[in-house]
């Protein structure tokens, strides 16, 4: 801490013009508060929590993100009702795939680089500025992710001014991609994508592609053990949200109840599911 | 350059640096920060559209300003990254009023005193509680000097006869429409024409072109700052319109909700922090 009769004041940074980029702010003034900022030992790995399965769907004005609340650390689970999906700001999704903590301080920065952006320009950032933002956040992770520690997210919303929903995926390099029509990252994707390649059709409602996402979500869990199905006993379904011109909303617990029924119960005998 | 050629007493320095910084804010157009029944409400006469006076910093804390426009500017965007930063390092309720004026008295006290020049500005930060009990009004002057203020505020050159008007009027418990009428029915009394006059007639008319309306909105979740524009704000100021608050829901309209106009409201508002419709 400084001292004299100006130690209270707001320091330069506070005051200095240019970044509307709240990372930047951070990582200038006091850069310990980035979660890739963090210096690890040398050459170590170590086991930490793990988010696994996140699907998104497009639908016909808009996009569906959904993801399962399972974390697992090694062979056991470490969290059964963890969210991994977020709202990112009022038109866009965020969802996480890979070390968790890392993933979850993420999109907390993330959320307030976009709100901090909104604030001080007076205007929203473009849905493609918004996903290479959160490129440029995992690029910065690039050394954790070489020790272990990546994060995956998948980036989805709605364009203001295409009016529809875009995807768009991230590997640990930073590198960002757009997605068509459906995507899905974490340890149960390979089966999500095939549930999704079979199921999704173009014109889908919001509901037809909460259903597809949800179906998906059951085929990654069927198949990945790291993937958690919904959990009828503890009531914990996946979480859902659908972004379209009425910005994020996330499906409430009664609606997906009544979805996830629908799936088990039309799955009884019927192990493949909806084709 | 060494030192300075002659002595000017501190008093003197002081007063000179008074005087230079009272007058330039006392150029400008003022600005009314008063607490209605469902929360705070700012009015500022500015014809501009994008150079605001009032902004918001955080969820339940906003900003209004007179003087020097790229000096506010400046302290406006500091207080957005102390905000931001609090919250991000703490939690969002940890971020308060109080904090962020203490931090802005800190910061004009030590311009006023040690640079060539001090900002030629004044501020308010307010805090809108859960009750009107709760709400925070903080007055900054270009000194650094706080004071904490129960229910109004005036700021600018036609700052004193506002306050008196204010003082008389105003009450707790005002209905949003009546405390914008109040405060544009006292922003419009032209200081110079009515100088002298007691209860004077106002002297101008000044429509929703000329100004600039936000409110801190006790009832929204989360971030309670709007601004008040198009139809909306013709109804609030209009005697003969019936509406006299604020919508609870946002305008329908894909875009940013930082104004409510009182077109098509949207049936229902998300909360990135909560993750749920509100309820």
Redesign the interface.
């Known amino acids: 801490m400084t001292t004299g009769a100006d130690a209270g004041r707001l320091p330069a940074a506070y005051l200095s013009t240019g970044s509307s980029s709240f990372t930047d702010f951070v990582g200038a003034h006091s850069p310990h508060l980035l979660p890739s900022r963090r210096a690890l030992p040398v050459g170590s790995t170590m086991e930490a929590p793990h988010g696994t399965t996140i699907v998104t769907v497009t639908y016909d004005g808009g996009v569906v993100m959904a993801g399962d609340r399972r974390a697992t650390m090694g062979n056991l689970i470490a969290n059964r009702d963890m969210e991994k999906v977020f709202a990112g700001d009022e038109y866009s999704a965020v969802g996480i795939a890979g070390t968790a903590g890392i993933a979850i301080e993420l999109v907390k920065l993330f959320q307030v680089e976009l709100e901090h952006y909104e604030k001080i320009e007076g205007t929203l950032l473009s849905l493609e500025g918004k996903a290479n933002r959160l490129a440029s956040m995992i690029r910065a992770n690039l050394g954790m992710a070489m020790q272990g520690l990546a994060v995956v997210p998948l980036f989805a919303g709605y364009d203001l001014d295409k009016r529809t929903g875009r995807i768009f995926s991230y590997d640990v390099t930073g590198g960002c991609y757009e997605e068509h029509d459906h995507h899905s990252v974490g340890s149960g994707s390979l089966f999500a994508r095939g549930a999704m390649k079979k199921l999704w059709r173009p014109g889908l409602s919001a509901d037809g592609a909460v259903s597809v996402a949800v179906e998906a979500l059951y085929d990654a869990a069927d198949d990945d053990s790291a993937t958690g199905g919904p959990d009828v006993g503890r009531r914990i379904w996946p979480t859902v949200a659908v972004v379209g011109d009425q910005g994020v909303v996330f499906r409430s617990d009664d609606e997906l109840r009544t979805t996830v029924e629908a799936v088990i119960a039309a799955r009884q005998g019927n192990p493949g599911g909806a084709r | 350059m060494s030192s300075m050629p002659f002595y000017v007493s501190p008093e003197q320095l002081m007063k000179d640096r008074a005087d230079y910084a009272r007058k330039g804010i006392a150029r400008g157009r003022s600005v009314v920060v008063l607490g209605y029944d469902k929360g705070i409400a700012f009015v500022a006469e500015n014809p501009s559209r994008?150079l605001?006076k009032v902004?918001?910093?955080y969820d339940r804390i906003a900003f209004a300003a007179v003087g020097k426009y790229n000096e506010f500017e400046?302290?406006r965007?500091?207080g957005?990254?102390?905000a931001?930063?609090r919250?991000?390092?703490y939690d969002r309720t940890d971020v308060t009023a109080r904090g962020l004026a203490?931090?802005?008295a800190?910061?004009l006290?030590?311009v006023f005193?040690?640079e060539s020049k001090p900002y030629e500005v004044e501020i308010v930060v307010a805090e809108v509680g859960s009750t009107a009990d709760e709400d925070q009004i903080y007055r900054l002057t270009y000194d650094g000097s706080v004071a904490d203020e129960r229910g109004f505020v005036a700021m600018g050159g036609a700052a004193e006869p506002i306050e008196t008007g204010l003082k008389e009027r105003w009450e707790p418990g005002l209905s949003l429409a009546d405390a914008l009428r109040l405060a544009v029915e006292l922003l419009a009394k032209d200081p110079a024409k009515d100088a002298g006059k007691e209860g004077g007639a106002p002297t101008r008319t000044l429509g929703a072109g000329q100004l600039e309306v936000a409110v801190l909105d006790r009832e929204r979740p989360r971030r309670t700052f709007r601004r008040i524009g198009g139809g909306l704000l013709d109804a609030l100021l209009s005697t003969e319109d019936p509406t006299h608050d604020a919508p609870a829901e946002d305008d329908?309209t894909?875009?940013?909700?930082?104004t409510l106009t009182g077109e098509s409201p949207?049936?229902?508002?998300?909360?990135?922090?909560t993750?749920?419709?509100t309820e």
């Open positions: 994008a605001h902004s918001e910093i400046n302290l965007v500091a957005v990254r102390y931001d930063l919250g991000y390092s203490n931090a802005y800190q910061t006290g030590t005193t040690q329908r894909p875009g940013r909700h930082d949207r049936d229902e508002s998300t909360n990135p922090q993750q749920r419709p």
